[in-house]
C-alpha cells in the first residue's frame, strides 16, 4: 500500500467508530421473504433494537464481503447454486410495511354502513368468539359449501371446514392477481396435455443454449434470480432476444435484439415460424420422427401449411397482418431458431393471461418440438418461472405430522373456479330468485357438472395479503359481490386495504415480511413460510424467526387459526401441539416445532435419494439459519429422462402429443384431467389442438372501434403483485401513470404529464400520461398492482367512484370465455383522452 492512503486510513477509522456506535445494542435476527413468483425466501438479515427492525440486510452468510454480483464470486460456485440468497428492493423494503402510520393495530367490527371505514374497536375475544359463530351458523344455515376462504391451488384454505363436514374447494389458482388462477394450471395443463410432465429446465442450463428467446418475459422486474443466469449467459455470449409489446427492462438491460410485438397474438408468430420451419424444412426431422405422435403431428402441419380443410399458410405474412411484426422479420427469427440449437424459450405467464392466450403455451411446446429444442441442457418446454426441480427436501411437507395433526375427516368439493367467487355470489342469488337455472349456474362459475354447487353466504378472508376487491379483474363486480355477501372476515396489516371498507370485522395480522414468519410455523394451517425452501434454486434451506416486537395487538395468522378452531371445538385437530400455548409461549413453542423439524429433516435424503452434506446440528444452524447443498447431482432438465433416458413420455401415446385425443374425446366439465387433481375445465371448450384465433377483448376485435388501445398490466418493480402500494418507501418512486406510445398520445392532443381519463366498458380511471417511444402503437399499459382510491366522482361504471390510483383492475372484465379455463385476464381494451375533456362531459352522477 503506498502513502496516498495514509490520511484515509484515519477518517475510515472516524468512520468506523461512528458506524459501531450507531448499531450498538443491536441484534441481529433472521426472516425470509416469502412473496411468491421471485424465488421465495431470499434472506432478511434483521438488525433490532429497542423491540424494533432498523434496518435490513440480506444474505452474506457465503462469498462475505464479495456480493453475488461481484466478478470475485467463482464460476463453480455459480453453477452449484452456492451464492448468496439476496433479497431485492421489495424484501428489504418491507419494513415500511411493518411500521407504517397505517399500520392495522386492534381487531375492529364494523360500526356504519358498507363501504366504509366506519369501525369500532374490540378486544381479541370478542372478534374470535364472532367469527366462530358465524361460521358455524352460515354452516349451519346454507350447509358445508356456504363459506368462502382464500384459495391456492385448488386447495381450500378455509382451514376448519375439512374438519367439520366439508367445505369449498377451488380449481385453478387463486392469487394476488388477475390471472394466477388458471396460469399455474394453463402451464401444467398445455405442457402436460403435449408431454404428460410439466416444468422448465434450470437457470444454469442457459448457458449450454445457442440463443435464448423471452417472449412477454421482464425477467429484470420479477425474477431477479433468473434475470442473473441470463446476464450471465449474455456474457459468456448468448444471444438473447426478448418480445413484448413493451421496451422492457430486460430487453434494456440484457437484450440482443428487441422485437415489438401486438399482445395477444404470440401464437401467430409462433405459427408463422413453424410455416418457414416446415417449408424451408429447418425443423428437427429426426427428433420429430422419433418423438413426436405422427397423426398429431401430420394434422398440425396440414394446419400450419394451409393443406388442411379450410386453412390458409400460415405465413410470417399472414402473421405480420395480426402481430404487427415485419414478415422479414418473422423469416429471420424462425431461421435463427432453426439453426441456434439447443435454444431456450422462456414465455412465462404474460401471453396466457389474455382471452385464448393460453393456447400460446401449447403452440410454443410445438414450436420446441419441431426445433429438437426438449430433453438437454438449453432447453425447455413452456412453462412458469421455476425449474420444479427439488434439491433438498422441503421441511413444508413435515409440519403436519410435528404439529400433531390428524388430517381433514371429510374432503373439500372442487366447486367452483378460483376467482369466480364474486359471480358464485352474485348469480347464486338469481338461482334462488328463479331467474337462474342451477345447470346453467355452475357453467358460469366452472362447478364441474357432477359436484354440488356452492352457496356461499360468508367471506373468510384471513389469508393474508389478499387483495379480494381488486386483486382481480372485474372489480366492480367483485365490489357488489362484497356488498351483498352476509359476513366477511378480513385480515391484514394495513389499514388502508381497499377491501376493509366491505368487511363485517377486520383483524390486525404480523406482516408476513417482518413479523409474520417470525412467529408462524409452517403448516396448511400456518400459511407462511418459517422453515421452507428458496424456489428459485430449491438447494437452500432457510428458517425465519424475524426480530422486532409485534406492534398494538397484531397477531400472527396460525395462531388466530388456532384460536377460532379452539372454539369450534375441534382445537384437537388443528394444531393440538400448540393447545394450551399461551401468547406470551407462542414464538418459543414454535421454534421448539420448528427445531424438531429440522432434526427429521437432515436427517432424511434429498428427492434424488442422495443424503445432504454437512448439515449442521440446530443450535449452528440457529446462529446463520441458512443452508445450502451444492447442485452438483446434476440440473433439472425438462424431459431428460425421456429424450436422454429413453422414457416414454406419459401421455396416452407414450409420445409429444400436437393433438390430444383425450381432449377430443372427453367431457371436460365434467372429467378431470389424470394429472390435473380435480380440476374442471372451465367449459370444455378445450381445443385438442392449439390454434390462433383472434380474441374479444384483442387488438382484431370490433370493440376497437370505440376502445382502440389494448392495455397490458405488466408487474412493478416496487410492488410484488398487490403488495406494498401502500408502502411510503415505494407508492411514488414510479410513475402512476398511463404509459402511451408517442403516436397514440400525439393523436388524442396528449403531452407527458396530462391528466388523462382511462376507461374500458367495465370501468375508468384518471391518471396521467406517460407518453414513450417504449410502448408499440395501439398499446398503452397500467402497471398492476396499485390499490383503488376512489375520488368522490361516481359514474354508472364505477360507483364507489372513479379510481384516481390507476388499479387496472376495474377496467378488465370478468367475462368467463369459452377457453379452457376461463377467466384469466390481465388485460382489456380501453380509450384515453384528456381528462379536462372528460370532466366537462355530462357523465357525472353525482359529485362530492
Ligand atoms: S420479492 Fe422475491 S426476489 Fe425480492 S426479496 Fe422477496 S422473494 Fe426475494
Known sequence: MTDQYAPLEGQLEEVKCKLLARHEGETIEFSTCPNNGCFDMCVLKQHVKNGKVVSIETDDSIHKGMGREDKYCPWEDIQLGMYQKRACVRGRGQRSDAYSPTRLLYPMKRKGPKPSWDFERISWDEALDEIANKYMETREKYGPLSVYSDGMQGQTWDPFGEYMGGAIALWGEDSFEPTNTADMLTYNIQNTLCFGIDGLSENQTFFDAKAIILIGFDAAINYPETVYYLLLAKEKGVPIITIDPRYTWTAEAIGTQHIFIRPGTDLALLEAMAYVLFSEELYDKEFCDQWVEPEGFELYRAYITGIADGEIPKTPEWAEGITGIPAETIYDLARFYGEAKPCYIRMVWAAARQVYGKQAARGLNYLQALGGNIGHNGCAGSGVGFSGAEHIMTPFAFMPQFMGETGPTTPATVCMEAEMWHRAILLRQKVDAGEMDL?????????????????????????????????????????????????????????RHPSIPYADIVLPISSPFIEGVNQIPSSPHMGSYTIGINTGTQNAMMYGRGGGDLPGETRPMGWIIKQIADRMGIGDKIMPVMESVGWEQWADKTEEVAHDVYDFWKNIPAPDGQMMPDVPEWEEFRKYPIYRRPMDSGYHVFARAQIEGGAPFPTQSGKIEFYSKWVAENDLTVAPYPDAGQKCFGKGNLPPMAKYKHTPEGMMSPKTLDYPLYMVTPHSFYRHHCAYDHSLWYRDEFRNSVWMSVSDAKARGIKDGDKVHVHSTVGECLLTAYVTSRMTPGVCCIIFGRWYEPSGIKTELMPGGIDTRGDCNFLIPSDFYDDVLGADLNNALVQIELAEDYLKLDKLMEVK
Open 439 to 495: 345447470e346453467d349456474y355452475k357453467a358460469e362459475i366452472g362447478c364441474p357438472k357432477n359436484t354440488e354447487a356452492p352457496n356461499i353466504h360468508m367471506m373468510l378472508c384471513i389469508n393474508s395479503n389478499r387483495n379480494h376487491l381488486s386483486g382481480w379483474y372485474g372489480c366492480n363486480e367483485r365490489r357488489e359481490a362484497m356488498l351483498a355477501v352476509d359476513y366477511i372476515a378480513f385480515a391484514h396489516y394495513n389499514l
